[in-house]
Structure formats: C-alpha cells, structure tokens
C-alpha cells in the first residue's frame, strides 16, 4: 500500500550537538542528544558530515574558491559572474558543485561528502550496532531549483527508507489510474526537517517520527536512484 501516513509526523530538532572536528563519532553525538526509537527518520546536514569526514579545504586568498568549483564538477552547465551551476560527481546538478562557506573557519571550504549514500549507512549501523536502535538516515543539503526563488533542503544521501514513493497504477481520489506520479519521500523529509533546523540556529540534526513503516528498511534504496539518467533528462 502506497498511502501516506494520516496520523501525522512529529519533527523534533536536535540540540546541544557540539561543534564536530574530523574524525568524531556524529552517530554517539547524536544517540547522547535525543532518545532515539525504531522507526526515527534521523536527517543530518551535510555540513556537519563534511566536517566528521575531514571533507575540508583550504582556499587561496589570492584566487577563491573557483578552481576547487572546477575540480569538484564534471560539468560547468552555466556561468554568470561568480556563479557556477556544475554537476559532482554524484551526479547533482546545483550551485559551485555544492561547496560550501558557510560555518566553517574563515579561509576553508567544505566540500560534499564523497559517498553520501554510504555515509548515511555508517550513521545508520553504528547506531543500530552500538546504541541498539533501527532508524533511517538522510544527509540533506540546501540546493537552488531551477524556476523558482528561494532555496530548500533535498537529500543528498539515504539510507534505510524509499527515497521514491511510487504512485503509478494507484488511484487518485476520484479513482483515476496515475500514470507518472513518483513523490520523492527523501526531499520531501529533508525539506521538513530544515524548518526546525534553521539556517542559523546551530541545529544540524532532526529527528522524523511518526514516517509510514511501510517506507522504511534497510533494502528500500539509495538517493543516487533518484538522479535522472542524461537519457531521460531534458535539459542535459
């Protein structure tokens, strides 16, 4: 059954994560922050997974950012000033290939993570293996869309849930077989979690309870599904 969860979901953010360096234990950080239950959706910034994965560069003040831009993209899709819209190597098509400056010391560059799926399943299992607790994971990280203003949350990496709800042979309300309707689940939850996170308040982790069972389990899928192959993608 492909129906969503009419009980409703509770969106809790997670405070009092201390400032991660490389190297830290962001699974313990986060068991030590809230009490976790089967069946949380537990979404974690790609900032603070960056910074546990020493996923950090220094930048030459005398050229910027550009060529880690560059570096970082297998293709420049569009340029306009200081702007570069690029596509990473996982895939995602989004501003200066996802390098970020924001919290982070001055004169550094937080790159993305180089396997965001699999980073999520190591928060995952140490979580289930040292703590004793199933949960999923997402890594969500603030992208631009094209069309529209303003930016939101998407998921970069998941584990342990669908990142696609697929509709397609259900009916609609009015009992009209669906043709093309697919809900991407994983944005759709990184988006909900960013509202009490903030952009500013030092929350960089939510937890997701109430999400439908049905969505969960460790064999659901990964976000790299989610990514349009170059054949089925118009604008490539």
Request: charged share 25%.
């Amino acid at each position: 059954m492909n129906s969503y969860n009419n009980d409703g979901i509770h969106v809790i953010p997670v405070k009092g994560i201390p400032e991660v360096a490389p190297n830290d234990d962001l699974a313990g950080m986060i068991a030590s922050s809230i009490d976790l239950v089967d069946g949380d959706v537990i979404v974690v910034t790609q900032k603070i997974v960056s910074k546990a994965e020493n996923r950090l560069v220094e930048i030459d003040p005398e050229i910027g950012h550009k060529p880690i831009v560059e570096q970082e993209s297998v293709r420049v899709v569009r340029r306009r000033g200081d702007l570069i819209i690029s596509e990473t190597e996982h895939g995602f098509v989004c501003a200066n290939a996802g390098i970020d400056l924001s919290n982070v010391e001055s004169g550094q560059a937080a790159l993305l993570p180089k396997f965001p799926d699999k980073s999520a399943k190591r928060i995952h299992d140490s979580l289930l293996h040292k703590h004793g607790v199933r949960v999923a994971v997402i890594i969500s990280d603030t992208f631009g869309r094209p069309w529209r203003r303003g930016v939101t949350d998407v998921a970069i990496g998941c584990f342990g849930l669908s990142p696609i709800i697929d509709l397609r042979g259900t009916q609609d309300a009015l009992g009209r077989e669906l043709q093309v309707t697919e809900v991407a689940l994983v944005d759709e939850l990184a988006a909900a979690a960013e509202l009490v996170m903030g952009k500013a308040e030092a929350i960089p982790v939510a937890v997701i309870r109430g999400v439908n069972p049905e969505w969960l389990g460790d064999k659901k899928g990964v976000v790299s599904e989610i990514v349009r192959s170059p054949e089925e993608d118009l604008f490539r």
